[in-house]
């Protein structure tokens, strides 16, 4: 077997047409996960009654079991469940004109809110106490000190492990072919089994997501740069 060298730069050009699906899948879900995790985060630093075990159990669960399975439950659970409603109460609602990627992006948000909140959590924790009672000493609230003086740094020093989540979630959102979702593996699929060349259409595959992670880490480079330079006194 030989490598069909002209027909990787065809399929590059063709797999190429599915970033923007693909950045849907990892930025959305990162964007919400977000708000998921931040508010996860303080339910578990505060240990709010009742809803500090709510917040462990969701953390664990989506931690602690593969984001296949959880896409896979939210695609075959939610039209189900939404069936079963509209049948109760002739809601008259048709399941399979929602679209597919609705519920990739509900599992994938989901999964990103619990990994997010670890991260949160932690660059919270990691910030002094000091700087939260020079807070309370000068008049602030726990909501006002949280977010304009210990938030922002913990933020400022998780960036490598936000970094990492996002790569991650870019690798990730490969998962949406086996529900028919387009995105770069799905696309890579599709172009190799026109003529049987796999092989040529995943490495042209790879070397997109290898340009999409080199992006991410340089932005992540120059966050870290800058962020280090402020907190130095200097200017970027």
């Known amino acids: 077997m030989t490598i069909d060298i002209p027909f990787i730069w065809t399929a590059f050009k063709e797999i190429i047409k599915s970033i923007p ?7 959305v879900p990162l964007a919400v996960g977000f708000l998921i995790g931040l508010a996860v985060a303080q339910v578990r630093i505060y240990k709010i009654r009742f809803l500090h075990q709510a917040a462990n159990g969701y953390v664990s669960f989506f931690r602690g079991t593969p984001i296949i ?5 939210i695609y075959y659970g939610i039209p189900l469940f939404i069936d079963q409603v509209s049948s109760k109460f002739d809601l008259n609602i048709q399941t399979n004109k929602i679209p597919i990627i609705l519920f990739v992006l509900i599992a994938l948000s989901l999964a990103a809110g619990a990994y997010l909140s670890e991260i949160i959590r932690s660059g919270i924790i990691s910030v002094s106490t000091g700087q939260l009672e020079a807070a309370y000493s000068v008049g602030m ?7 304009r003086i210990v938030l922002p740094q913990a ?3 998780s960036i ?9 979630f870019l690798h990730t959102s490969s998962i949406a072919f086996l529900v028919s979702e387009k995105e770069l593996t799905g696309a890579a699929n599709i172009v190799a089994s026109t003529n049987l060349k796999f092989l040529e259409a ?3 595959a790879g070397i997109i997501y290898w340009g999409l992670t080199v992006m991410v880490e340089g932005i992540s480079f120059l966050l870290e740069k800058r962020v280090t330079s402020y907190s130095r006194g200097g200017v970027s």
């Open 69 to 73: 399975m959880h896409i896979m439950v």
């Open 160 to 168: 490598p492990n936000f970094t990492n989540l996002v790569v991650g």
């Open 202 to 204: 995943f490495i042209a």
């Open 141 to 147: 609230t726990k909501f006002q000190a949280m977010f």
């Open 21 to 27: 699906i693909t950045l849907i899948l990892t930025l």
């Open 155 to 157: 933020l400022a020093q």
